[in-house]
């Protein structure tokens, strides 16, 4: 299983744009890129998810770069209402059926 | 409403007595996992489901049990519950456990054990 590696926590401050970087050296080629966000007391919500390149929706953008060992969730004009643990979670069908989510990015977003 | 439930959302029981928390989805989906939360450790999976009659341990398997008779229930079960099984448990399920996967989460419950 690719392992993870995620800032500990981030601060912004409310309209900025956060990016946050997660580092998986030993991605394999089958693995896709997932985001996921989680409130406090609340499960993880998934944010987005990409293989390569760039992916938009309508809350985020996921940078992947050509050689896939890291990847960059950029959230574009964060609120107060984005402070939240965002986890980054590698997963495909190499390495057994085990998901293992990271220690993931508290970011705090003040006003 | 899609969805994965949880039940109850709240516990407090004494050490050594059984308890099960239930988790059911709508979902169809074939793959079904329990995590636990503890402050400063994030999520660690304890047991998940390929499919009925297929589980496997995840990381922190030690003291629970679980059973997949159904394709929708997954219930997690403490034979002799101690304090150290304190901590908020999560289910999740997706459609099957592959690259593209997308886990959803139900929405906790809060185990105290005294």
């Known amino acids: 299983l690719a392992k993870t590696t995620q800032p500990i926590s981030m601060d912004s401050y409310e309209g900025q744009e956060v990016n946050i970087t997660c580092s998986h050296n030993?991605?394999?080629?089958?693995?896709?890129i997932t985001w996921y966000q989680q409130f406090p007391s609340q499960g993880p919500r998934f944010i987005i998810q990409g293989y390569k390149t760039k992916v938009t929706n309508e809350v985020a953008s996921l940078f992947i770069p050509a050689d896939r060992k890291s990847s960059t969730l950029s959230l574009p004009r964060v609120s107060l209402s984005d402070t939240a643990v965002y986890y980054c979670?590698?997963?495909?069908?190499?390495?057994?059926?085990?998901?293992?989510f990271g220690a993931g990015t508290r970011l705090f977003v003040k006003a | 409403e899609a969805q994965v439930t949880q039940n109850p959302r709240y516990l407090i029981t004494v050490t050594g007595k059984k308890l099960t928390v239930t988790c059911s989805q709508n979902?169809?989906?074939?793959?079904m996992s329990w995590y636990r939360q503890d402050p400063g450790l994030g999520l660690r999976q304890i047991y998940y489901?390929?499919?009925?009659?297929?589980?496997d341990k995840g990381d922190v398997p030690e003291g629970y049990k679980v059973s997949r008779k159904e394709k929708r229930n997954f219930p997690l079960i403490l034979e002799s519950p101690s304090p150290n099984q304190t901590s908020l448990y999560f289910c999740?399920?997706?459609?099957?456990?592959?690259?593209?996967?997308?886990?959803?989460f139900g929405p906790g419950t809060r185990l105290l054990v005294l």
């Open positions: 979902m169809n989906h074939e793959y």
């Open positions: 489901s390929m499919n009925v009659e297929v589980t």
């Open positions: 999740a399920s997706s459609l099957s456990r592959g690259r593209k996967e997308t886990q959803y």
């Open positions: 979670l590698v997963a495909g069908n190499t390495g057994g059926f085990k998901t293992i």
């Open positions: 030993n991605i394999a080629t089958n693995d896709y």
